[in-house]
């Protein structure tokens, strides 16, 4: 079946600007989840949903950061007044609710480059 | 607070030697254990899992891990290095609270020499 997808693969935009990323998680997956991977490190956890609301969102670095989740599937992470700094791939991942086993299924990232 | 520590930004190997990967995790308790595969411009696949039971875990392409509560590890070893194991590999903890959230390593980069 088909796994998570992320949509843009690629951005590139200008400091200052605002950018949305999106996540198709896997059908049925309830709970969803967003990292973010800068260079050289491992991924950092960013907000987590479960359903529709933001169960645990203690990883937004700031209030630039914002992510929703309207229909409790598709998933847009938002970033306002873009830094330099923001520069990173940001990976979604879902998992099965009730799965207390807890696998994650990434999907390929989508990588944000801000001049 | 989880934290996982992995020894070895880079790994490199022979083809047909072991690959061993090391990870350390603290945790005021038992928690869950992975190790995540990605390769260039790929997303995060995972390896293999602990949870209970069997300290010693098989996962996919010839891999295996032990956890070993004493020492708070859980290396990844691979007996013989294919090129194919080209690729950065993640140890990860999870959170055994309702989110289930992922802390990870910062991850090994292992090469394979013909």
């Known amino acids: 079946g088909a796994g998570v997808s992320q949509t843009p693969s690629n951005k590139v935009t200008e400091k200052g600007k605002y950018v949305e990323l999106r996540c198709d998680p896997i059908s049925g997956h309830t709970a969803l989840y967003w990292y973010r991977q800068s260079l050289g490190q491992g991924p950092e956890f960013l907000i987590y949903f479960q359903g529709t609301g933001a169960a645990d969102d203690s990883g937004l670095p700031n209030d630039r950061f914002f992510a929703v989740r309207p229909e409790g599937s598709v998933s847009t992470l938002k970033i306002q007044r873009t830094e330099r700094g923001d520069s990173a791939v940001y990976l979604c991942?879902?998992?099965?609710?009730?799965?207390?086993?807890?696998?994650?299924?990434f999907g390929p990232g989508t990588r944000l480059t801000v001049l | 607070a989880q934290s996982v520590t992995q020894l070895g930004s880079h790994v490199s190997v022979s083809e047909g030697a072991l690959v061993l990967l090391r990870c350390n995790y603290s945790?005021?308790?038992?928690?869950?254990l992975f190790w995540y595969v990605q390769y260039p411009n790929q997303g995060l696949q995972l390896l293999l899992k602990?949870?209970?039971?069997?300290?010693l875990v098989k996962g996919i392409n010839g891999f295996e891990a032990e956890f070993k509560k004493s020492e708070t590890s859980f290396h990844l070893t691979k007996p013989s290095a294919h090129m194919s194991d080209a690729a950065e590999y993640f140890c990860?903890?999870?959170?055994?609270?309702?989110?289930?959230?992922?802390?990870f390593g910062a991850g090994t980069t292992v090469t394979v020499r013909a």
């Open positions: 990860a903890v999870s959170d055994l609270g309702n989110d289930y959230k992922l802390s």
């Open positions: 602990y949870t209970t039971g069997a300290t």
């Open positions: 945790s005021s308790v038992p928690p869950y």
């Open positions: 991942a879902s998992r099965l609710a009730g799965d207390s086993y807890n696998e994650q299924f």
